[in-house]
């Protein structure tokens, strides 16, 4: 699977699976515009790129500011040339349960997991068109497929994605531009790893493979999925997920 030419951007793309994603698509010969909104995760990142042997560029906004998504996109198509790919990964948690959860709890992690994701697909959906081609991936969730009590807000967000990936993929599939959505599982990332020894052995106890997912293997899904390989593949979700939900 080759992605020469190719240019691709990835929210969240300096950390946890998204770093993954970054690298795998750049591995494949795509030139990679991996997006953050914290500054200081680009020096930590760019070790990481480096290590993996692949050129990364780095560009930093708040996916969930549809003005600041615009230009960068703009900026990204007049440097770059065109867009191609886009995989949205950005994404936050603001975990407790629903009687003690903060209304500005619930619309952070709206604002970025799900609005960011609409924002970031309007940005480019005009310029796929024009091309007639261009593959989306969303990152879900398996919780946006099966909820999770303490995160109705994370839930909620994942599942709007899922729902988002269907409508979107009905609408630009005959301009040949391919949405589809990933739904990790339990991914061994910085977020979980963030997670208690109890939390972690309740999600270990439902995964029918006994282990947690790595991010690579997370990466290697959406690789496929951008690729010409899975040209016959949109408006679907894919779990990966060692089993977890079936």
Known sequence: MTLEGKVAIVTGGTRGIGRAISVRLAKAGATVVAIHVRPDTGDEA????????????????????????????????????????????????????????????FDDVIAINLKGTFNCIKAVTRTMMKARSGRIVNISS????????????????????????????????????????????????????????????????????????LPDEVAGLVGYLVSDEAAYITGQTIAIDGGMVM
């Open 46 to 105: 760019e070790l990481a790129f480096a290590d993996a042997g692949v050129t990364v560029h780095r560009r930093q906004a708040n996916v969930s500011d549809l003005e600041a998504v615009n230009e960068l996109v703009k900026d990204v198509i007049a440097e770059f040339g065109g867009l191609d790919i886009l995989v949205n990964n950005a994404g936050i948690t603001r975990d407790g349960l629903l009687v003690r959860m903060k209304e500005a709890d």
């Open 142 to 213: 398996v919780v946006g497929l099966c909820g999770n009590a303490g995160q109705a807000n994370y839930a909620a967000s994942k599942a709007g994605i899922i729902g988002l990936t269907k409508s979107v993929a009905k609408e630009l599939a005959s301009r040949n531009v391919r949405v589809n959505c990933v739904a990790p599982g339990y991914i061994d990332t910085d977020m979980t790893g963030a997670m208690n020894d109890a939390a972690k052995e309740q999600f270990l106890g439902q995964i029918p493979l006994g282990r947690a997912g």
